[in-house]
């Protein structure tokens, strides 16, 4: 049995100045279920002569909100924070259904979601700039932080709720517009959003969801009322999109791909570890950005006992459509990949580390779910005696295969690391004070763990890689985003008595 949240195919719209509205001469794409190969809705691609239109409205709304008091902006998010909130159960089967990831995953993608809103509910406090009185004799100095106008985001497919809440509530807030163009392979996550961001009563035109394919993309970094974009996506995208900002006096969040090692030191606590490094590497069928795909273990010993428990427990996953009852809230379940296209690239890649003579001690490959045969499935998948600039060691493959790497002392594992070319997140397995002080300082990577297989950042503080995983000056969410959406003007003033 097959289970669907959807009775029927629907058409989705796009939101523009406060309405749904039909995109005018749009073809359409379907949106499947990769758990059942199912189609579930059909999304526009919108043309570029209707993307320019809807920046325009963005900005006309921008005109005034940039005049409503930071408090009353922030109104509107207390507003939707209690909407999502009350229907995160609903938002959370549609994800599922639309993304693949298990249902314990898309809860906890919504409260990533909550604690984005909550902390841009600050912004009365966020956006305070600085005063000094006495910058010099009888001249005060000043800095007010204000908004600029139209901002845009290109949504990445694996997490269509929280990414784009690492921007959308601090631009808004902060008293600029925001446009967000939803992934067209999961564009109902963000369109069920929209529905309660309408409900809010925020003005027309603050907020644009826009659906389509590059075309949207590009004519949004295009247009000379787009202050700034963010992007979630591929390293090469990334590079295309950065370029294309800077050339155009933009501001640009452009955060790239990623290979997330995890080293295990001889004197970590395995029996923690392993627990800890298959949720890493197997969450979201390792569809994720912090997903470690890459386990560095320091001895001899240390990597036969990795290497024999990591796969054993691997095995324990349950690989299935997330939203059967029998396993809906089970941990330890693992869906589908995003689509036929991604995983014939996996097939390719497994493939080619047999080619590099890795050596495959777990097979995922030949997986048959039954009852959805249709669906999108690999099994979790092992390397060993993997080397160093092995294409599966260099290549993001962001499913769930893994490899497996053996080094001598700390000091090469973090060579290992940091010789690689991305340098999203890393983390250690040590109870060792000193291993972890020098893993933290010396791993060039823009996250770092401590016996914490994903060191995503809470909600407060930034996120972001470094090297060739990301692109930008300013990280995503938290405090430090303002900076992103807000522009300094300085101010040295002066006054002489009126009677002189």
């Known amino acids: ?16 100045d406060g309405k749904w509205v039909d995109p005018i001469g749009a073809t359409y794409l379907d949106v499947e279920n990769p758990s059942t190969g199912e189609v579930i809705a059909q999304v526009p691609l919108t043309t570029r002569e209707e993307t320019i ?56 993608e919504m409260k990533r979601v909550f604690e984005n809103i909550e902390v841009a509910c600050g912004m009365p406090v966020l956006q305070q700039g600085d005063k000094l009185i006495g910058a010099s004799f009888d001249i005060d100095g000043e800095v007010i932080r204000l908004p600029m106008g139209v901002f845009g985001m290109i949504a990445p497919f694996n997490f269509p709720a929280m990414v784009p809440f690492w921007f959308l509530p601090y631009a808004i807030a902060s008293g600029n517009t925001y446009i967000v163009k939803a992934n067209e392979q999961v564009p109902c996550t963000m369109n069920l959003i929209t529905e309660f961001i309408d409900q809010t009563g925020l003005p027309p035109g ?40 800077a050339a155009a006096g933009k501001r640009f969040q452009a955060m790239g791909s990623a290979k997330n090692h995890l080293v295990v030191m001889p004197d970590a606590r395995m029996s923690e570890v392993i627990r800890n490094m298959i949720t890493s590497c197997f969450g979201c069928a390792g569809q994720r950005c912090m997903a470690a795909s890459a386990i560095v273990c320091v001895g001899e010993d ?39 296209k991604a995983k014939e690239f996996m097939l390719k890649m497994i493939d080619t580390g047999i ?34 600039g092995m294409q ?71 996120f972001g890689g470094m090297k060739q995983s990301q692109f930008a000056d300013i990280k995503a969410q938290g405090k430090a985003v303002i900076n992103f959406f807000t522009q300094d003007k300085i101010i040295t003033e002066r006054y002489w008595t009126e009677n002189g």
């Open 1 to 16: 049995m097959q289970y669907t949240i959807f009775m029927s195919i629907r058409k989705l719209q796009n939101y523009i």
């Open 53 to 108: 239109q809807a920046v325009e409205i963005a900005h006309r709304a921008y005109l005034e909100w940039r005049d409503v008091p930071v408090a009353r902006r922030a109104h509107y998010l207390f507003k939707l924070l209690a909407l999502l909130e009350e229907n995160e159960e609903k938002i959370s089967r549609l994800l599922v259904e639309e993304m693949g990831k298990s249902l314990p995953d898309a809860r906890a």
């Open 206 to 245: 603050v907020f644009t969801l826009l659906n389509g394919d590059r075309t949207v993309a590009e004519a949004l970094i295009e247009h000379p009322r787009v202050q700034g974009i963010s992007l979630v996506g591929r390293t090469a995208t990334c590079i295309s999109v950065a370029q294309k900002c």
């Open 302 to 340: 240390t990597y036969q006992t990795v290497c024999r428990e990591f796969v054993e427990a691997a095995r324990q996953m349950i690989v299935t459509n997330p939203l059967d009852p029998k396993v809906a809230n089970e941990p330890m379940v693992m869906g589908p990949v995003i689509s036929a």
């Open 355 to 388: 080619q590099e003579g890795a050596k495959l001690i777990l097979d995922g490959r030949n997986l048959v779910v039954k009852g959805y045969e249709k669906g999108y499935y690999l099994g979790p998948t092992v390397f060993a005696d993997v080397k160093p």
């Open 392 to 462: 599966i060691h260099t290549t993001e493959i962001f499913g769930p295969v893994v490899v497996i790497l053996k080094a001598d002392s700390l000091d090469e594992a973090i060579r290992i690391i940091n010789d690689h070319p991305y340098g999203n997140a890393a983390s250690i397995y040590t109870q060792n004070g000193f291993y972890a002080r020098k893993f933290k300082l010396e791993v060039n990577c823009g996250m770092i763990g401590v016996n914490v297989g994903i060191p995503a950042p809470v909600a407060y503080l930034p």
